[in-house]
């Protein structure tokens, strides 16, 4: 029985030592995780007609191709239209 007890001594020391770390502390043991936000997260973007320019617009559409709509109607989002005769 005595041999028992002195082999669960060392198990019962290290479950100890490990509990005696768990406590509230003012100042964190370990780095906090990455958290991702709580609520929606909006990444800036490039303007949508800064992507789709005179140049690409009219390869695309045909030379006729002319920008009939340039707007941004919140600060998440831009739009960027247009239009030619060829569609």
């Not at 303007?47 to 320019?53: F, G, I, K, Y």
């Not at 617009?57 to 239209?81: F, V, W």
């Amino acid at each position: 029985m005595i041999l028992r007890r002195t082999a669960l001594l060392p198990l019962i020391a290290a479950a100890v030592f490990s509990l005696a770390d768990c406590g509230s502390s003012s100042e964190p043991k370990h780095a906090p995780a990455a958290v991702a936000p709580a609520g929606p997260h909006f990444v800036s973007g490039p303007n949508a007609c800064d992507v789709l320019d005179d140049a690409a617009a009219k390869q695309l559409l045909g030379d006729a191709a002319k920008q009939t709509r340039k707007a941004k109607p919140n600060p998440y989002t831009s739009q960027c239209q247009y239009s030619s005769p060829n569609g």
